[in-house]
């Protein structure tokens, strides 16, 4: 499975910010995907999860409520709805599949980076 992450950029606090992930392979709906993020100094965080139908998903306590994880296998993409975004949610957002652990997974994506300015 190989993934392809993109839609990050600045944006104010309190604004909105939607993450786009396309996948290729042909197992991709087999597998859980995540979301994961990492700001500079700080180690990679678990952001959200989704099951491999979307049944189930995971969030972290930072950012539930506030942000939404959906996928298409139908179009092999995961999004990342954000809403509400705060300046300690910059960092850089990886796209991630075949989850191990809420910060192991098999697969990896590049990372896109979201800035939120106060």
């Known amino acids: 499975v190989q993934l392809q992450a993109s839609g990050g950029g600045v944006v104010q606090a309190g604004g909105s910010l939607t993450l786009s992930c396309a996948a290729s392979?042909?197992?991709?709906?087999?597998?859980?995907v995540g979301w994961l993020r990492q700001a500079p100094g700080k180690d990679r965080e678990f952001v959200a999860s989704?099951?491999?139908?979307?049944?189930?998903?995971d969030y972290s306590d930072s950012v539930a409520g506030r942000f939404t994880i959906s996928r298409d296998n139908a179009k092999k993409m995961v999004y990342l709805q954000m809403n509400s975004l705060k300046p300690e949610d910059t960092a850089i957002y990886y796209c991630?599949?075949?989850?191990?652990?809420?910060?192991?997974?098999?697969?990896w994506g590049q990372g896109t980076q979201v800035t939120v300015s106060s």
């Open positions: 991630v599949a075949q989850r191990i652990t809420r910060t192991n997974w098999g697969y």
């Open positions: 392979g042909r197992t991709f709906s087999s597998y859980s």
């Open positions: 989704s099951s491999w139908n979307g049944g189930a998903t």
